[in-house]
């Protein structure tokens, strides 16, 4: 019942960060506004949350993840009533951010409790394969569901389905108790990845010189303010020891995230299709994203993250390059879909496992910071591409190969030391 719960909250989260895309033509009906407009209604939640997840996961383990995790459900529950009702594109856009920033605390506060309530590593492995069942499912389901909704009662019924979910989240966890830590939060630390974050955004979307340059300033900034912090937002050695992993899904989340936005955009606007058949045409990908993920906990299990995570990669990348190529696509976004379940659910598994004692919830913010950074530039950057899925395609099977490569020489450069 509390793994449900948790999954539950996280699917809110991740659901989030797709669900809207279906609805643009009819937020574009609404308020009026350019592509840059439309694209910030989506990136105001994926920046927030990106720049967000290290504080979320700092402040899990600073306060208590059952703590934490409660407000922040409770918080994107509320704020989704307000989304709901918004009444122009600039409310919406300051709401959807708000809500990024309490879905990071959701996020948190689930990883701490993952490794609390799971701390053997194959049970947790176990477990975490049915959580991302449960929670990937939201990143495929989006489109589908958002079609239904938008399709049925306008863009604004996608923010209802939000607090019902919620509520009972915080029902099945109501009675779960988490310790104090003493890791302090670093507040100038995330509010320059914000910043930056944010300006990043804006430089890609909008093809701002002055936002690319600031952004490179608060960059700097940021690493200069990191490196003499008492209390970093990295713990010593997790950055050096799980690159490889970050790249993987700051890649991943590039790759799946700006080509959803390129096909919704392809379904409605090239194809002409009403917002339920849009939805509708995703569902070959999402109905591995419900399933897989079981056995992909099981694998992780018995063989370890890597297998998962190199076969993942390498599907998603022939998944993109099939749509691109191929006359039709829903065998392609199938392949896509088995991609991202075998994936992302492994680099999860590898990063928590990994995570000092204490540090879960911060070492999982890490990762879900760098893959919904880089769904935040996929969506800026693949829609103004000739080729988007072709793109998204090549770097995804460069970045599967340089993952093997380096693991297998990380692997046997422990071995052999």
Same mark, same amino acid.
């Given at each position: 019942?509390r ?40 990136n ?21 993840a ?17 989304g ?25 506060? *689930? ?32 489109p ?23 509520l ?18 670093d ?12 300006l ?6 909008d ?49 799946? *995230? ?50 998962p ?83 998204a ?15 297998r ?9």
């Amino acid at each position: 019942m509390r793994l449900w719960g948790l999954s539950l909250a996280y699917f809110l989260v991740l659901l989030d960060t797709t669900v809207l895309t279906i609805a643009l033509p009819d937020l574009r009906a609404t308020f009026g506004g350019t592509l840059a407009g439309q694209q910030w209604a989506v990136n105001a939640y994926t920046v927030a949350f990106a720049a967000s997840l290290l504080t979320g996961g700092a402040v899990a383990d600073r306060f208590g993840a059952a703590r934490v995790f409660r407000v922040g459900v409770a918080v994107f529950g509320v704020l989704s009533l307000l989304g709901a009702a918004a009444p122009g594109l600039g409310a919406l856009v300051a709401l959807r951010a708000l809500l990024g920033a309490a879905g990071a605390l959701c996020l948190g506060g *689930s990883l701490g409790l993952l490794a609390e309530l799971f701390p053997a590593p194959a049970g947790r492995a176990r477990a975490t394969g049915l959580w991302a069942a449960i929670t990937g499912t939201a990143l495929a389901a989006g489109p589908l569901l958002g079609g239904l909704l938008v399709g049925l009662y306008g863009w604004r019924a996608v923010f209802l389905v939000n607090p019902p979910i919620a509520l009972l989240s915080l029902l099945a966890l109501r009675r779960v108790r988490s310790p104090r830590g003493t890791r302090r939060v670093d507040w100038a630390v995330q509010a320059l990845a914000c910043v930056f974050l944010g300006l990043l955004a804006e430089a890609l979307t909008d093809s701002s010189a002055l936002a690319g340059v600031l952004a490179a300033l608060a960059l700097a900034a940021l690493v200069a303010t990191e490196r003499r912090s008492a209390s970093p937002a990295l713990p010593g050695g997790l950055l050096a020891a799980t690159w490889p992993e970050l790249a993987a899904g700051a890649v991943a989340g590039f790759a799946f *995230s700006g080509a959803l936005f390129v096909l919704t955009l392809l379904f409605q606007d090239g194809r002409h299709l009403a917002p339920l058949a849009a939805g509708l045409s995703f569902l070959p990908l999402t109905l591995p994203m419900a399933v897989n993920p079981v056995l992909t906990g099981r694998l992780v299990a018995r063989y370890g993250a890597r297998p998962p995570i190199m076969g993942g990669l390498a599907l998603l990348a022939a998944g993109l390059a099939g749509v691109a190529v191929a006359p039709t696509a829903w065998p392609w976004l199938a392949v896509t879909g088995f991609g991202l379940s075998f994936c992302l659910p492994a680099l999860m598994a590898g990063m928590i496992a990994a995570a000092p004692p204490g540090t879960a919830g911060t070492a999982g913010g890490v990762l879900n910071a760098v893959r919904q950074t880089g769904a935040t530039l996929g969506v800026a950057v693949l829609a103004g591409l000739p080729h988007p899925l072709a793109t998204a395609a090549a770097l995804t099977a460069a970045t599967c190969a340089c993952y093997a490569a380096t693991t297998r020489s990380r692997r046997i450069a422990v071995t052999t030391g």
